[in-house]
């Protein structure tokens, strides 16, 4: 189906897709021919220029409503690309993963699908599609970002290579980046606001445990970084690796915030702003965090201005050759470096590189699994080479036990 298929379709054109489409430019000897498309054609054309200042590399830009599959199809039989990149919303994950399996075309994304109605999301939608993908002999990556995706990856990486069994695995994620601003998110607002302040939730032998919002607190010591508080949330890729990594016992998700983002979401939350319904005003009628994310900084302005670290890896702990061990994988990126080579902050870069890594993989064949395949499904060893070399180096810690 897809013999004459050639280069990647890229949708989406925010602070992710600056890293990724950057990152695939510096890769063109895979990627062959980029084509970068989004709802509003002004932001690919500033890529597109930036990618040419910095690299040299000519891409083509197209606008697409990625609401509409059948607008999608006409642009993929059109660019008829091998794969595409999703980094727009979670919202869209359906219509483009139909508008994929319909054309012959390989599917890669960062987030699992959400309702814009709904602040909830889960994977079943997406699984569900497996069967589109399989019996076309197509891959469906979902999540390739980092947290999902190299946190599945680290994972992976320690079953295939540090121990025989893990039982616990705590996924550890920091950003001690400031940007000066009192108030403002790393990625899209309101994905960001509606993630933090949802119930937490996670998984202890065999079944989940629901807690308020942010109710469980770690003081966890980041390396090179320092002790940060730590809160834990419910995270997507909780749901996948429960299911693909056998034996486990626990898993959990800890993110850090600050003392003034706290309060600036609890206040938020208390006087409605972070609302998902719609609401009257002045006759008009809007959705809450829709607003709020209007008034809200850029997330892809705050590259310039953020400086410090972020460090997110996996503490996990199981048997090897029958003795008890305990591994900490770690990765860490500096705002200002990240900002130096690709224009944008940690967050994006740290997203959009895993991104453009798992798209080589399935791109060049490495990874050929067909169906919808969550990331820790696929071998972790070639992700762990080209994350080396693309800008997101790791380290191993042995831990007391
Ligand atoms: P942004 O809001 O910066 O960018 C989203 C882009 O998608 C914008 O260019 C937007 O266009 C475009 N878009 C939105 N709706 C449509 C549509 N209907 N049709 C076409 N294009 C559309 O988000 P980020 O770059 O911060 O995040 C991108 C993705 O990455 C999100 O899914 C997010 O959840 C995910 N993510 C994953 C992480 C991980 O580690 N796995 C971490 C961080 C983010 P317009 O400007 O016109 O609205």
Redesign the pocket.
């Known amino acids: 189906m897809e013999n004459n298929k050639k280069g990647i379709l890229i ?7 600056t890293v990724a489409t950057m990152k695939c430019a510096m890769n063109i000897d895979t990627f062959e021919k980029i084509t970068l498309a ?3 054609l002004m ?1 690919c054309a500033n890529i597109k220029r930036q990618i040419k200042e910095k690299i040299n590399v000519d891409i083509k830009i197209a606008m ?4 509409k599959t059948k607008e999608l199809i006409k642009l993929i039989e059109k660019v008829n690309p091998k794969v595409v990149l999703n ?6 994950d359906l219509t483009i993963m139909d508008a994929c399996s319909a054309t012959g075309t390989h599917y890669i994304d ?2 699992n699908y959400e309702h814009p109605d709904e602040a909830k999301f889960e994977y079943k939608e997406q699984w569900a599609r497996n069967d589109d993908f399989e019996s076309n002999n197509l891959t469906a990556l979902l ?1 390739s ?5 190299v946190t599945g990856v680290f994972v992976k990486y320690a079953e295939q290579n540090l121990l025989d069994t893990i039982e616990y695995i705590d996924i550890m994620d920091c950003n001690a980046g400031d940007h000066g601003y009192p108030f403002a998110t790393n ?2 607002p309101e ?1 960001n606001l509606r993630e933090v302040s949802a119930n937490g939730r996670y998984w202890e032998e065999g079944k989940w445990i629901e807690t308020k919002p942010l109710e469980i607190r770690v003081d966890h010591n980041y390396p090179e970084i320092g002790v940060k508080a730590s809160y834990l949330l419910y995270h997507e890729e909780l749901e996948s690796l429960c299911k693909n990594i056998k034996g486990v016992k626990r898993i959990r998700f800890f993110m850090t915030f600050g003392d003034a983002y706290i309060q600036h979401m609890n206040c938020l939350q208390n006087v409605g702003m972070l609302g998902i319904k719609e609401v009257e005003h002045n006759g008009q009628k809007i959705v809450p965090i829709e607003f709020l994310a209007t008034l809200l900084p850029d ?2 302005s705050l590259g310039e201005r953020t400086v410090g670290k972020t460090n997110i890896g996996c503490i996990m702990e199981g048997i090897k050759d029958g003795v008890r061990k305990k591994f900490y994988i770690y990765q860490i990126c500096d705002h200002q470096e990240s900002y130096k080579e690709t224009g944008a902050q940690a ?2 870069y ?2 959009g590189v895993p991104a453009m890594i798992g798209t080589k993989l399935v791109y060049n064949g490495t990874w050929d699994l067909n169906g919808t395949v969550n990331i820790e499904e696929f071998d972790a060893n070639p992700f762990m080479d080209e994350l080396m070399s693309q800008g997101l180096p790791w380290k191993v810690l042995e831990m007391e036990v």
């Open positions: 949708i989406g054109a925010g602070g992710v897709s989004s709802r509003t932001k697409v409503d990625a609401d980094v727009a919303l979670p919202y869209q960062t987030a999540g970002g980092f947290d999902p995706g990625f899209n994905i997330p892809s967050v994006s740290t997203t």
